[in-house]
């Protein structure tokens, strides 16, 4: 086919379609002026076109749900988005800390390609297994994973309990891949985990804030008061954010009588969450990263503020927007941006970050810093050596 019998077979495909469109204005009923065509008609338009025309016929429940999505996203806000029934149930398994799976943390390598296990969980069917921290995704069940996406991948792997599931990964320094058969089960994760480093420095990771976050942090935090620490480094590189409620609790513990953060919604109205003050004394640093986002920035962005402690790291990911959800009869839900938030400082933070005290870029490869041995993690030693000048 040369240049110009193409260009003319175009042409009289948009005149097919023009006289299609003709036609069908009459066969729907909707012949309306421009005028009065509103955005309802608009939608009937568009189903009754693509039910008459579309050439393999149309699932009607992946067009209203598609249409849902689509309005969602119409605000241009990447956090307001419609959920499915599904969804909801991922959503409300990972706010609660306890999901049926394999048990393992997953996140992109640094090319943004390829799946990487950044952590398994303790008793969990990953561990139990021999899956391994840094070991990249290939396989779920024989299917390749290529061209998927992490959530994609996620619901491949989650399902019922006591499910049979099987994995396939590569594993640096292993010419081979090695496929792990296990059951799914519930896991419960945990979002806090703590030592004790040298000269009495307390060390907590928190990875997520989920329901079971503060109760996890409480636990972690009197342990190291009987280990007698004489400072306390909190890591929260990495962490995506999660339940407000539970940074709140957190930072009460860490805070005087102070403002911890406050909102405003669309109609001006403020709202402010403030500590009392009961609090521990020990000096504290703050690890922060690109990653670190939302409630882990409301954290940092009180302690920052009010000069409870440092922080260290680069600059953080940026979102200062609360969303809320809102159930739909039919049990899926419409998650909702309704308010903005300000740190103690008046600064909002959506877009910008916060600006560590102390900023020291990685000097590793590693996609996560739970990979990390602590005498490779510059920051974390950057972050040792600011605390001991606070301690002494």
Not at 101 to 126: E, F, R, T
Not at 156 to 185: A, E, Y
Not at 212 to 230: C, G, I
Request: aromatic letters at 8%; a negative charge; proline letters at 2%.
């Amino acid at each position: 086919m040369n240049k110009k019998t193409f260009c003319g077979g175009v042409a009289t495909g948009v005149i097919a379609a023009t006289i299609a469109f003709g036609a069908l204005n009459f066969t729907t009923g909707i012949a309306k002026s421009k005028l009065d065509f509103t955005a309802q008609d608009k939608l009937e338009y568009i189903d009754a076109l693509l039910n008459k025309y579309y050439v393999d016929g149309v699932d009607n429940d992946k067009l209203y749900e598609g249409a849902c999505y689509g309005m969602a996203a119409g605000v241009g806000d990447p956090y307001t988005t419609y959920l499915s029934k599904n969804e909801v149930t991922e959503l409300l398994e990972d706010t609660s800390g306890s999901f049926c799976g394999i048990g393992v943390g997953v996140l992109y390598d640094n090319n943004k390609k390829d799946a990487v296990i950044s952590y398994v969980m303790d008793n969990s069917p990953a561990k139990e297994a021999g899956l391994l921290s840094g070991d990249v995704f290939k396989k779920v069940d024989g299917k390749d994973l290529s061209g998927l996406d992490i959530d994609s991948i996620i619901d491949l792997v989650r399902g019922d309990k006591g499910t049979d599931v099987s994995i396939t990964v590569t594993r640096k320094g292993v010419d081979h891949d090695l496929t792990f058969n296990m059951k799914r089960n519930n896991v419960d994760v945990t979002s806090v985990k703590s030592e004790v480093l040298d000269n009495d420095i307390g060390y907590m990771y928190i990875s997520g804030f989920k329901s079971n976050t503060y109760a996890q942090f409480m636990e972690n935090l009197n342990k190291l008061k009987k280990s007698n620490v004489k400072g306390l480094i909190i890591d929260v590189r990495d962490n995506p954010g999660g339940v407000v409620d539970g940074v709140e609790k957190i930072a009460d513990e860490l805070l005087p009588k102070c403002n911890v953060v406050y909102t405003i919604d669309k109609n001006g109205n403020r709202e402010d969450f403030n500590s009392d003050a009961a609090c521990t004394d020990l000096p504290l640093v703050m690890l922060v990263n690109g990653n670190s986002a939302s409630a882990s920035e409301i954290l940092s962005g009180a302690i920052q503020a009010n000069k409870r402690g440092k922080l260290v790291g680069t600059q953080t990911f940026g979102k200062g927007l609360v969303q809320s959800i809102y159930s739909i009869p039919d049990g899926s839900a419409l998650k909702v941006t309704i308010q903005k938030y300000y740190t103690p400082a008046g600064v909002c933070i959506q877009g910008v970050g916060l600006t560590p005290d102390v900023v020291v870029e990685r000097q590793d490869d590693y996609p996560s810093v739970l990979m990390l041995k602590h005498s490779e993690d510059v920051q974390l030693q950057k972050a040792i050596e600011v605390l001991n000048d606070e301690i002494k």
